[in-house]
């Protein structure tokens, strides 16, 4: 077939922005709100149209689905030699897409700790602010209630929630009212809140690229994979791509910047250190072994590869909360879903389909904490994990379905090292665009073990909680690990053989002050020894922030456009002009 023109031929941007996920979209919506500037937005994956991702509870159809990038990571010793499966959204909107939806900025003390001129806990919150658009938590000490950026409570309630509740006093974690207010400390129990307007996603695609897609002066390219930036010299000028709709013969396509245009790196902490690598930005070592020519030589690139590692205990329920678990407000015993869930929300925004499940938990610190943060968050699910494995257990419900057979009712409680110290990298298996990067997710890898210790206690806790009086009047035993499980060598074995990502990878190309420490950009988001180029994702987060990491990739990607908008440092920039 003769391939289509491309749609950049013959065209020179001020900005091009490679990659059309969270970060990606909340630039091209700002920096194409300038009438003069030209922008191109290039996503390698698809459209953003799928009832899956706006339906939150809708996700778990996305796991392993063209929607997804389907990565794993390489196999390890230390998690029983097991590839482990990265969920990341292959899609406008990104992981945003495809996440659980929680909005949690993590603690102040998370910024301050990056200790990065411009970024600490005082300069950022006011952004926050400004990007929220809350519509419960309206203190405007803490929250913004009129920002693109939509946040709500929970618009599900489930009675074993509040058996939760209860069983976390009764184990000693007291009530947080809001997880969010850097005022009181980051422990306790209460509901996580989330990225949905009237139950509805609210991804980077929905508030911010969908509303200004007919701007004139942005041009917004999917199926585009970028096969690396072109330099002249240390200078960006442009990007080589290729769109296989428009050339199944995988054309190299060509996307030009005007003299002082910027080459924008949005694709993620897995994406933009491979494309960077492919374009001789890395170690340039590694990259010579595969014939790629040094551009800048920053070994930075790919190395501190941060993640929020997971493991769940789960159980039955007693007879009578039989039929009370989220699934079951979900689907039939035949395994179909129910006319009523479906009504409730379609009429209403309300009911079991606007909840991914795991909207209710805490934040605890344990004896492995490093300093005064909690290490752990608790995640509640008034539902039964089929398989250890969060994501398994949505493809051994298809064969329940298949069968005629319900989903069983009981809950889950997920366990997450949320302020992991390991750290991993993603390099190149080879030049090739269309091959996934080796990922090395380091998972239990920190020398003094307090990833383990963090899991380890987790299970220690969920099981207090279950056994606590009120959680015991609810549960019928231990599904897992299982109450073969009783030695703390058995546990860690546990945890190796089970332990999953609770899908918050940062860290690439760190933000700091030398490329000689291993950083990547400097505070004002630029790659050093390169001119006309910036990365602007959750890859640059130097040290992972213990909550999600959806809320501090927007507020990045607003500094990041208010800087460049206004050709300023990121000292000069003023959050509430931006």
């Not at 492919?278 to 030589?297: H, K, N, P, Q």
């Amino acid at each position: 077939t003769a391939a289509l023109s491309s749609p950049t031929a013959d065209k020179s941007y001020d900005y091009v922005i490679v990659g059309g996920g969270l970060a990606g979209c909340v630039l091209a919506n700002r920096l194409s709100a300038n009438p003069n500037a030209s922008v191109l937005l290039l996503e390698a994956g698809g459209e953003n149209n799928s009832t899956s991702i706006s339906v939150p509870a809708g996700f778990t159809k996305i796991f392993r689905s063209p929607l997804d990038w389907n990565l794993f990571t390489k196999r390890q010793s230390e998690v029983a030699e097991r590839m482990i499966y990265l969920p990341r959204g292959a899609v406008l909107g990104g992981s945003s897409a495809t996440n659980a939806t929680l909005y949690m900025r993590g603690a102040a003390a998370d910024y301050d700790g990056w200790n990065v001129s411009g970024w600490a806990s005082s300069d950022v919150l006011d952004l926050f602010k400004k990007c929220e658009g809350n519509n419960d938590q309206k203190d405007p000490a803490v929250h913004g209630t009129d920002g693109p950026y939509h946040v709500e409570n929970p618009r599900y309630r489930n009675e074993l929630h509040q058996k939760f509740f209860d069983a976390a006093n009764e184990a000693g974690i007291s009530a947080n009212p809001d997880f969010n207010d850097w005022r009181r400390p980051q422990e306790g129990h209460g509901v996580f809140q989330v990225t949905q307007e009237r139950g509805t996603r609210a991804d980077g695609y929905r508030q911010y690229l969908k509303p200004v897609m007919d701007r004139p002066n942005l041009q917004v390219v999917t199926g585009a994979r970028v096969n690396r930036v072109v330099f002249d010299q240390k200078k960006a000028v442009g990007v080589e791509y290729i769109c296989e709709e428009l050339s199944p013969m995988r054309e190299l396509m060509t996307a030009s910047l005007k003299a002082q245009g910027e080459v924008i790196m949005s694709s993620g902490s897995i994406h933009t250190p491979q494309i960077l690598q492919m374009s001789g930005v890395g170690d340039a070592r590694a990259l010579s072994e595969f014939g790629i020519a040094s551009v800048a030589d920053l070994p930075g690139v790919g190395a501190n590869l941060q993640d929020q590692p997971a493991v769940v205990v789960s159980g039955p329920v007693k007879r009578e909360f039989e039929g009370k678990s989220v699934t079951d407000h979900i689907y039939n015993s035949r395994g179909n879903m129910r006319k009523r869930a479906l009504l409730n929300y379609l009429l209403f925004g309300k009911g079991p389909l606007t909840s991914t499940g795991c909207d209710r938990g805490a934040m605890v610190r344990t004896a492995a904490a490093a300093g005064h943060l909690p290490d752990l968050q608790v995640r509640f699910v008034p539902a039964m994990a089929l398989d250890p494995d969060g994501v398994s257990s949505y493809t051994r419900f298809g064969k329940f379905k298949k069968l005629g057979r319900k989903w069983p009712s009981g809950v889950t409680i997920q366990l997450v090292a949320s302020r992991a110290a390991s750290r991993g990298s993603v390099s190149l298996k080879s030049p090739d665009p269309f091959d996934t990067p080796l990922i090395n997710a380091g998972y239990l890898t920190d020398p003094e073990g307090r990833d383990m210790q963090t899991l380890k206690n987790g299970i220690e806790l969920a099981r207090k909680i279950a056994s606590t009086g009120v959680m015991s009047s609810v549960l019928d035993g231990e599904l897992f690990p299982g109450t073969d499980v009783t030695t703390a060598a058995g546990a860690e074995e546990y945890i190796r053989r089970t332990i999953h990502s609770s899908n918050a990878l940062v860290g690439t190309c760190r933000m700091g002050t030398s490329a000689a420490n291993g950083d990547v950009v400097d505070n004002n988001l630029r790659i050093f020894g390169l001119e006309g180029i910036r990365v602007v994702d959750a890859s640059v987060i130097p040290i992972i922030p213990g909550g999600q990491t959806g809320a501090p990739t927007v507020m990045i990607a607003e500094r990041a456009a208010d800087m460049i908008l206004k050709g300023v440092s990121v000292e000069q920039t003023d959050p509430l002009e931006a």
